[in-house]
Each structure stands twice: as structure tokens, then as C-alpha cells.
Nanobody
Framework: QVQLVQSGGGFVQSGESLRLSCELS????????IGWFRQAPGTEREGVIC????????YSIESVKGRFTVSRDNAKNTMYLQMDNLKAEDTGVYYC??????????????????WGQGTQVTVSS
């Protein structure tokens, strides 16, 4: 059974950095496309940055370009989200996810097969 376990997150000041980790068990990460999503209170979950299983060209939303980086370590079966220069509007619950097929987008959210448990990121201005 595929499971994703997240770690990282927390409370930071605006301009600081955080790194989230997401470890997959039950299968091998390299066969999956990977993605990071977030959900702020009262909003729908949105795709933030995603990476297809068959290339190294990430897709990200405009607001995080140049600040967020997605990466994977297939040997560790772990994916990462490096978040730099955080802003108050980045606050939310962050989720990792994997999908079975190549993708050029994070949307739709329903396309993704397995999800992490979520972790809170709070950025104070």
C-alpha cells in the first residue's frame, strides 16, 4: 500500500525559508509524477509546484516562481519542497502527492493518486 508521510513545516517570519519532506513507502518514487499543493482557510486546495515523472521541467504557479523548488531523491524515496523568501500569503496546509502518469500541470487536483497527511506552514508578516 502506497503511503506518503510528510515532515517539516512550522512557523516562520516573512523572508525566511522552510523545507518540507515527503517520504513514500510501498512503492518506488521514481515511477511517479510528484506535486506539492496547499490549502488556505476557506479556499480550495491548489497545485503549487509539480514535476512530471519523465522530465525535470517543473510547473509552478506564478506566485512562487523563483522562490519554491521541488526536487526528488529516488534513492531515498523522498520528495522535497524548498520554500525561500516566504510571504504571508504562502500560509496554509501543504500536501504532497504523487500521480501515476506524466503531467504538465498540477491541476486538476483530483488527478493525483496518493496524498500526504498535510503539514501547516504559517508565515508571519
Amino acid at each position: 500500500q502506497v503511503q506518503l508521510v510528510q515532515s517539516g513545516g512550522g512557523f516562520v517570519q516573512s523572508g525566511e525559508s522552510l523545507r518540507l519532506s515527503c517520504e513514500l513507502s510501498g512503492w518506488t518514487l521514481e515511477v511517479y509524477s510528484i506535486g506539492w499543493f496547499r490549502q488556505a482557510p476557506g479556499t480550495e486546495r491548489e497545485g503549487v509546484i509539480c514535476l512530471s515523472r519523465d522530465n525535470n521541467q517543473p510547473y509552478s504557479i506564478e506566485s512562487v516562481k523563483g522562490r519554491f523548488t521541488v526536487s526528488r531523491d529516488n534513492a531515498k524515496n523522498t520528495m522535497y519542497l524548498q520554500m525561500d523568501n516566504l510571504k504571508a500569503e504562502d500560509t496554509g496546509v501543504y500536501y504532497c502527492a504523487v500521480g501515476q502518469y506524466p503531467t504538465t500541470d498540477c491541476e486538476p487536483v483530483s488527478w493525483w493518486n496518493f496524498w500526504g497527511q498535510g503539514t501547516q506552514v504559517t508565515v508571519s508578516s
